[in-house]
């Protein structure tokens, strides 16, 4: 994996850099300069862009539209510590297919940029929750659909953890159980509603109210629940 960083905190930019370069992923240049960032996009044609969203030349959203004017399907993801939903939803209707954080664990980072060069969206775990209910609030209220039925009692609870933007570590840690048990029930989830990525789950979920304070709706007011017999 090829990487271009545009940056302009400089602490941040080394950092970032000696932290992809020991994963094995080449940085093909970390610049803070805009204009510099844009002229190495097209000179070294990364397989994706980390940019930041607030500079002091311009925006991130600026930067975001010239570079998608210029390369139309350059892979490109924004890196940021802002989880303001305007930002999120913006940079993705510019066309960002990434929406990262910078407080993100370096799994997850790295975890998310083979998602993006795979070609799919992604964003951070920390903001499922707010891009479904920005998802809800612009949709047309949907249908409960047939394929709820096929989720276990166990795979519709972590759905509503899901909605709520809870990463696999917090969800592990609340229920009680390991990350990987979180990441098998996560792609079993994945596959019975038929979609591919755990956003697409969570707007479905906002959508169909199927979650009551973070847990279905028929167990939100539930107590001294059993542990499901799959996590025994």
């Known amino acids: 994996m090829r990487v271009l960083l545009i940056d302009d905190h400089a602490l941040f930019r080394v950092g970032l850099q000696e932290l992809l370069e020991r994963r094995g992923i080449t940085v093909v240049g970390a610049v803070g300069d ?10 070294t044609a990364p397989d994706v862009v980390l940019l930041d969203m607030r500079m002091p030349e311009a925006s991130g959203l600026e930067v975001l539209r010239r570079l998608r004017a210029e390369h139309p399907t350059l892979p490109i993801a924004m890196l940021t510590t802002s989880t303001d939903e305007h930002d999120v939803i913006e940079s993705l209707r510019e066309g960002a297919q990434g929406y990262l954080l ?5 799994d997850e980072l790295i975890a ?8 799919r969206t992604t964003v951070a775990p920390d903001l499922t929750g707010i891009l479904a209910k920005a998802v809800q ?13 096929e989720l276990t ?19 592990a840690r609340s229920l009680g159980i ?4 979180v990441k098998l029930h996560v792609k079993a989830i994945l596959r019975k509603l038929a979609v591919h990525s755990r956003v697409e789950a969570a707007v479905i979920a906002v959508e169909n109210s199927l979650c009551l304070r973070g847990q279905p709706r028929d167990a939100a007011g539930a107590t001294d629940r059993a542990p499901f017999e799959e996590d025994r």
């Open 34 to 43: 805009c204009h510099e960032g844009r002229r190495l996009a097209a000179q």
């Open 102 to 106: 910078k407080d993100m664990e370096p």
């Open 112 to 119: 998310a940029l083979g998602e993006i060069v795979a070609g």
């Open 137 to 149: 609030a612009a949709a047309k209220p949907a249908q409960p659909q047939k394929t709820f039925s």
């Open 153 to 171: 009692p166990r795979e519709l609870e972590i759905l509503c953890h899901l909605a709520g933007g809870h990463s696999n570590k917090v969800i």
């Open 178 to 181: 390991t990350e990987g048990t």
